[in-house]
């Protein structure tokens, strides 16, 4: 093995928090934010110093779980976009193939245009709507072609007990508004920070051990549902739990996508086919419900 101990990028976000706790048991770990630590540095806003920062580390592995994740600031910032979502990443891929690293990093169901009603494989045609979508691309690209051994998951809607979502988005607008209204006509998988998190820790050891099992794969819990429907599970299990403060929320009405204009076009289908993680890794993926209800018992 090329170097010793993990560097992580992005500790205190959904993913890198839970990361953290899932990376532990596997050897010495280095965890970074945007600030560093001394001489080591952590913000992708600097890709050289990122680089730098690899070089002097060598690592046996590297877990990248920063990014620009604004989706509709994106828009608006396409430049600071690319830097973080596909400059950065391609510097520590070429570091990391440098120093003989494996490269772990995080990509998006916002890759693919959201045609037809089928699960994306891996290998399907890319198409993003987006300026995330497209610089996240644009980094899993720069990843694949600098040589490194790598892992890259592609995953959906992500949701943790701590940070941003969409799930929380809701508790927090259903304790304030009387009528909501949600798109029921993009399809998904809600993937918790946690499952991603331990399935990092499983594969990574295993893709230590042989090489081969590199790739860029599909990660996303089991089953699929549309932001209404997940939204309305989420009141469903508050009531349920009786939580307090009441939810003031008395409509929500699903609508198409059209009538709900954001700066940032989403895809119909993020509906992600996991069956080649699971066959080469020997995993099994559970029904998104269990870890949502999961996270809300946390919050609650
Ligand atoms: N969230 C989602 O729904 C999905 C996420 N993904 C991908 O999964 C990965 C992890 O996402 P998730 O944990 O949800 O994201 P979060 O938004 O929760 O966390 C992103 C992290 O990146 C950090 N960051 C932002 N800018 C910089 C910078 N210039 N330098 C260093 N760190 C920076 C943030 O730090 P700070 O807190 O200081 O801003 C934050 O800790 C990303 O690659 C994302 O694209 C894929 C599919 C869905
Ligand atoms: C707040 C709100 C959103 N929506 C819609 C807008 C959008 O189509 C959908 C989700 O909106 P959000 O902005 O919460 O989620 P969004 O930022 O699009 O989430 C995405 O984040 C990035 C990082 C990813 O990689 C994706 O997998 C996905 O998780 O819900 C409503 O319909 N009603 C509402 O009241």
């Not at 806003?45 to 590297?62: K, Y």
């Not at 980094?139 to 600098?146: D, F, L, P």
């Not at 508790?171 to 399935?199: F, H, K, M, N, Y």
Request: hydrophobic share 40%; aromatic share 8%; charged share 20%.
């Amino acid at each position: 093995m090329a170097g010793h101990g993990i560097l992580l990028l992005g500790k205190n976000g959904q993913v890198g928090w839970e990361l953290q706790r899932a990376l532990a048991p596997l050897g010495p770990l280095t965890a970074l934010d945007r600030h560093g630590q001394g001489a080591l540095h952590g913000d992708l806003n600097d890709p050289d110093a990122l680089a730098a920062t690899v070089c002097a580390l060598r690592p046996a592995a590297i877990v990248n779980a920063a990014a620009h994740t604004a989706v509709d600031r994106a828009e608006s910032e396409p430049a600071l976009a690319r830097r973080l979502n596909a400059e950065a990443p391609a510097a520590l891929a070429q570091a990391a193939a440098e120093v003989g690293a494996l490269l772990v990093h995080y990509s998006t169901d916002y890759v693919f245009n959201g045609g037809g009603d089928t699960p994306w494989r891996e290998g399907d045609a890319t198409g993003p709507l987006s300026v995330y979508g497209a610089t996240k691309l644009a980094g899993e690209e720069a990843i694949r072609a600098s040589g490194c051994r790598h892992l890259i998951f592609r995953t959906s809607w992500v949701y943790a007990a701590r940070g941003g979502n969409f799930a929380r988005t809701m508790l927090r607008l259903a304790a304030e508004r009387e009528r909501l209204t949600i798109v029921d006509d993009q399809w998904g998988a809600p993937t918790g920070a946690e499952l991603i998190a331990d399935i990092t820790a499983h594969t990574l050891r295993q893709c230590l051990a042989r090489p081969e099992d590199g790739g860029t794969y599909h990660l996303a819990a089991a089953g699929y549902t549309t932001w209404f429907s997940y939204a309305n599970h989420v009141f469903g299990q508050y009531r349920s739990a009786q939580a307090a403060p009441e939810l003031v929320v008395k409509e929500v009405e699903p609508v198409a996508s059209d009538t709900f204009p954001t700066p940032a076009r989403r895809p119909h289908n993020s509906r992600l086919d996991t069956t080649r993680l699971q066959a080469v890794f020997g995993l099994t993926l559970p029904p998104w419900q269990q870890g949502v209800d999961r996270m809300l018992k946390e919050i609650l």
